[in-house]
């Protein structure tokens, strides 16, 4: 899968909807953000609503048709839907199933009588290390933030000094340490050998994580104190309940998709042959939605059948657990939108154009081209394999440990601010209830830190290799 989606983006070039030279396509892109903003921060219009208008601007600055910028929209709202709705929906479902049959409420008491005050955004990055190191980012935000916001408000701890670790932890695992989809990709791009990247992967992961999240929360702590959004917190089971769930078999029921999905990472690395039964196996059931599928069904009879749930009441938790994600969905759907429009009118092509002529040292070229298009198009996983694809002949000749730095640099890059083109954006601002400028303070500081620590980390090492 990893070698297609590269070969594809070589062979197939995405055909701009506009003829714009880069200077109107520099003033449509800062336009399009600019309504954005204004529209949520001054008139307090709906995220979605201003994605929206904001696309349908940038397209307009940008000369396109408007046919084809609505086409363009709505193929990103539903391809970003596509990939992780239905993921979304599963990890609201099994938080529901945790809340109510008090599965959680074991998980939250079990970590806060084992972790002191001190030692809590240092667990919690520990955690969201080892449960994303196999998922998209989404994917681990859904499964973390009802635990998050649950050890906050009942630890009575800031949202952000434990948020902001677990955050740090997810961020790290994509950009920089295989076997993650986004660093395979420029592994496989650059030719790069997978064991020396993941080596050094974790060795720029560790300080990475460390300055970024528990140190950083502590002024992110100060600079937005906020409470955990009441709507978002599944409430402590009913007292009515006889007992609850053990902590084995919740954390079990949790740690299900990890498993299944790291399996999957770890087969297609062995075997990488994509004919071959048995990596087509795990290919299906480490598949995100069959692996939060998978777990949201064993939530029936670890979780809901212990706590005493009849059929009937199953059935109604279901329909519950949807009913707040509505708006999520439609939020991260049109941030989607608008990363789609931003790529369909050539802004990636552009700057991939005016990078080429820059006379830099390799790791830093590769770090800037991946800023410059994770900047305009939102997506860490376009500046991944574009940064990649641009820097490959760079690659000849380096040593082994060279072009391992080389994909990490590119990884780091692709972290770089997130802001209103970017899903994970909204993802974090609706599941923690801020506004855009508490989201820009808390999360998008967070990704520059990681992207500026990590890459300072791999032109320190590569004194050395």
């Known amino acids: 899968m990893t070698r297609l989606s590269v070969e594809m983006l070589a062979a197939d070039p995405v055909e701009p909807i506009t003829s714009a030279g880069h200077a109107q396509l520099g003033i449509a892109v800062l336009a399009g953000i600019a309504v954005i903003v204004v529209l949520i921060t001054k008139f307090k219009l709906h995220a979605f609503l201003a994605l929206t208008i904001g696309s349908l601007a940038l397209g307009a600055f940008a000369g396109a048709p408007l046919d084809k910028v609505i086409t363009t929209f709505t193929t990103g709202l539903g391809s970003t839907v596509a990939g992780v709705g239905v993921l979304i929906a599963l990890g609201a479902i099994l938080g529901k199933m945790l809340a109510d049959s008090g599965g959680a409420d074991e998980i939250v008491d079990t970590i806060l009588a084992k972790a002191s005050g001190r030692s809590m955004p240092w667990a919690m990055v520990l955690i969201a290390s080892v449960i994303g190191l196999p998922l998209f980012f989404e994917v681990g935000v859904v499964l973390l933030i009802p635990v998050v916001l649950m050890v906050a408000k009942r630890g009575n701890y800031s949202l952000m000094r434990i948020g902001i670790p677990a955050l740090a932890g997810l961020s790290v695992m994509h950009g920089l340490v295989p076997p993650h989809p986004g660093p395979l990709v420029a592994i496989d791009a650059l030719k790069a050998d997978l064991g020396v990247t993941l080596a050094l992967g974790v060795l720029v992961a560790i300080p990475t994580v460390i300055i970024a999240g528990p140190l950083f929360s502590r002024y992110a702590a100060r600079w937005v104190d906020v409470p955990a959004p009441d709507r978002m917190i599944p409430q402590r089971a009913s007292e009515e309940l006889q007992k609850r769930p053990g902590f084995g078999a919740t954390l079990l029921t949790i740690m299900l998709p990890v498993i299944l999905m790291l399996s999957k990472a770890l087969v297609d690395i062995v075997i990488d042959d994509p004919e071959n039964t048995t990596q087509r196996v795990f290919d299906v059931v480490g598949s995100p939605l069959i692996a939060l599928l998978a777990s949201v069904l064993l939530g029936i009879f670890t979780l809901l059948r212990p706590a005493g749930f009849a059929k009937e009441r199953v059935s109604g938790l279901v329909e519950k657990g949807l009913a707040p994600i509505a708006g999520i969905l439609l939020i991260v759907g049109a941030g989607g939108g608008f990363k789609q429009t931003l790529i369909d009118t050539g802004v990636g092509q552009m700057i991939l154009d005016i990078s080429k002529d820059w006379s830099i040292p390799a790791l830093l070229l590769a770090w800037l081209i991946a800023v410059a298009i994770r900047l305009a198009t939102g997506s860490a996983t376009v500046a991944t394999v574009s940064a990649a694809g641009l820097v490959a002949p760079l690659a000849v000749g380096m040593s082994t ?65």
């Open 401 to 465: 440990g060279e072009t391992a730095l080389l994909v990490l640099a590119i990884g780091a890059g692709s972290l770089f601010f997130s802001h209103v083109n970017d899903a994970g954006f909204w993802l974090v601002k609706e599941y923690f209830g801020l506004t855009v400028g508490q989201t820009i303070k808390t999360w998008s500081v967070m990704e520059t830190i990681i992207s500026v620590v990590a890459g300072a980390l791999v032109l320190l090492l590569s004194l050395f290799i």
